[in-house]
Structures are given as C-alpha cells and as structure tokens.
C-alpha cells in the first residue's frame, strides 16, 4: 500500500513570495490533514478536512494560508505572502478509524520550507 | 500549562537498557493516546496506540496509560542504536473535537 505522498520535498523561496504544497492521501483514507512542524516542536494542526470539507481550521492563518481539496482526495496548502516565520516542515497526513473508533493518522514524508 | 507535555531530553541510555519516556497531558477527557517515532529530518511515524488504562505490549515496545494521573509512557526494552530518534506523545484533545495535539517530543539517543 502506498503511503502519503508530498511535493515538492524541499522549496526555497524569498519572503513575499507564493509557495504551494502538494498532498496524496493514502488510498481510501477520507480525512486528510495539514501539520505545521517548527524545529525542536511537535506539529501542529493547521487544518482538518473530511473528504472535501474543512472541518477545522481553526489554526491556520486565513490572512496568508490557503487549503484546498476540491475532490475528496489530493489537497494543496498555499501561502501568499510567504513570511521568514513560515520557514518550517510542512506535513500531511491521512487517517482511518481503528477499531476503538479513534483517527491513526499516517505522515507523508513532509515539505522543507526555507523562506529567505 | 501545555496539553500535552513531555521531557524534551535528550534522555540518553546505553544499548540493551531500558528506555522510558513519559508523557503527561490536561484534558481529562481525552480517550485516546498515540506514540509517534521521528528520526531526524524525517516525519512522524506511528509506533502504538493506546486507549485502556494498563500496559499494552507490541514487540520491545510497551505503553502504559494512567488515565487518572493524566500519564502516558512508553518504555523501550534492550534499546538499540536505531531507536535514537525523538518520541513524540499524541493525545486525542476531547476538549478540542478530537483533534491529535502533540507533544515537542523526547530525543533518545541509545548508546553502544
């Protein structure tokens, strides 16, 4: 079974610019997530979609942050403007309900974003 | 207060030892508790999960869950050199619609 898939896996862009990430969930997994890592930190939610809609998104910050996922399966994060404090891993995720009826989320391998 | 608090380390054992990492959270209703791996410069993996109060054992890996005391542990037995990595404790915020809220993780480095 193929995991969460994310691209691009590293991007550099200067401060004020456009940025967008990619996500894949796994096959059948109907809740998708967006993690924000900072280094030395755990992630943190930035928004939750069931299917094709966003059921929290509380933390993201809807000034510059933008999410999508049109069709129930692949979403893209965008930022615009891109600030020096955006610099961070990017994750998504994607769960199923275990048999105790909670989420087990799965992580995509992550985005590196340097804002310079 | 953080939800979700834990030791950021590094907590350094020798090889074959036992390694113990804790976790201590403020959501008395949260019902279910996660414990990610995360080598470096790598994503989170999930290692076990645990909703009953007890011991729960999957292979060296045993997860002890003290829902009265707000604990959550997880001890590694005969620690090798590959579990070197941050341990990452997630729990399941009833307070916040379900939603996972994790900790900033305990980096273990095992030592041969």
């Known amino acids: 079974e193929a995991g969460v898939v994310q691209s691009p896996r590293y991007k550099i862009i200067e401060k004020k610019q456009p940025v967008a990430f990619w996500c894949n969930p796994i096959s059948g997994h109907n809740t998708l997530y967006w993690y924000r890592q900072n280094l030395g930190q755990g992630p943190e939610l930035l928004i939750r979609y069931e299917n094709e809609e966003a059921v929290d998104d509380s933390q993201l910050p809807k000034d510059r942050f933008s999410a999508e996922r049109l069709k129930g399966v692949d979403s893209t994060l965008k930022i615009q403007p891109a600030e020096l404090g955006d610099s961070a891993v990017y994750l998504c995720?994607?769960?199923?309900?275990?048999?105790?009826?909670?989420?087990?989320?799965?992580f995509g391998p992550g985005t590196r974003l340097l804002v310079l | 207060q953080k939800e979700v608090e834990q030791n950021s380390g590094p907590l350094s054992v020798p090889e074959g030892a036992i390694a113990s990492l804790n976790c201590t959270y403020s959501?008395?209703?949260?019902?279910?508790f996660f414990w990610y791996r995360q080598y470096s410069g790598k994503s989170p993996e999930l290692i076990m999960f645990?909703?009953?109060?007890g011991d729960k054992e999957d292979g060296r890996f045993t997860a002890q869950l003290n829902k009265a005391s707000q604990y959550v542990s997880l001890l590694i037995r005969d620690s090798q050199p590959s579990d070197s990595a941050t341990y990452l404790c997630?729990?399941?915020?009833?307070?916040?619609?379900?939603?996972?809220?994790f900790g900033q993780g305990t980096e273990l480095s095992v030592k041969p």
């Open positions: 645990i909703y009953s109060n």
């Open positions: 995720a994607s769960s199923s309900r275990t048999s105790g009826g909670s989420e087990t989320q799965y």
């Open positions: 997630a729990v399941n915020s009833h307070n916040q619609g379900g939603k996972l809220i």
């Open positions: 959501d008395r209703g949260s019902q279910s």
